[in-house]
């Protein structure tokens, strides 16, 4: 079993920064995949970035060259570096761990989120 802890989060204003960390422990860190979801008021859950233990990476095309995942297994810690923030990308972040096949990633564990928000 693993858990997952996010932070990071807070107010922005567009254009701006922010990077969420996601601690993980219980299983390791050697987890096949790693992710970060997003879901906004009304919305349904949708995946912005995930990683596999290889570096595959996949990226929603709402945040292609403004996010960025990355991962440190030494500090069990995921990353989502965010640049040029936009009111659309206000929402609360969930880490989530899982495994990839090559083709697609899949995730079963879930962490209880960080919210951002963007201003205009």
């Known amino acids: 079993q693993v858990q997952l802890v996010e932070s990071g989060g807070g107010l922005v204003q567009a254009g701006g920064s922010l990077r969420l960390s996601c601690a993980a422990s219980?299983?390791?860190?050697?987890?096949?995949?790693m992710g970060w979801y997003r879901q906004a008021p009304g919305k349904e859950r949708e995946l912005v970035a995930a990683?596999?233990?290889?570096?595959?990476?996949y990226y929603a095309d709402s945040v292609k060259g403004r996010f960025t995942i990355s991962r440190d297994n030494a500090k069990n810690t995921l990353y989502l570096q965010m640049n040029s923030l936009k009111p659309v990308d206000t929402a609360m972040y969930y880490c989530?761990?899982?495994?990839?096949?090559?083709?697609?990633?899949?995730?079963?564990?879930w962490g209880q989120g960080t919210q951002v928000t963007v201003s205009a």
């Open positions: 990683i596999s233990s290889g570096g595959s990476t």
């Open positions: 989530a761990a899982g495994s990839y096949n090559g083709d697609h990633f899949y995730f079963g564990s």
């Open positions: 219980g299983s390791g860190f050697s987890i096949n995949a």
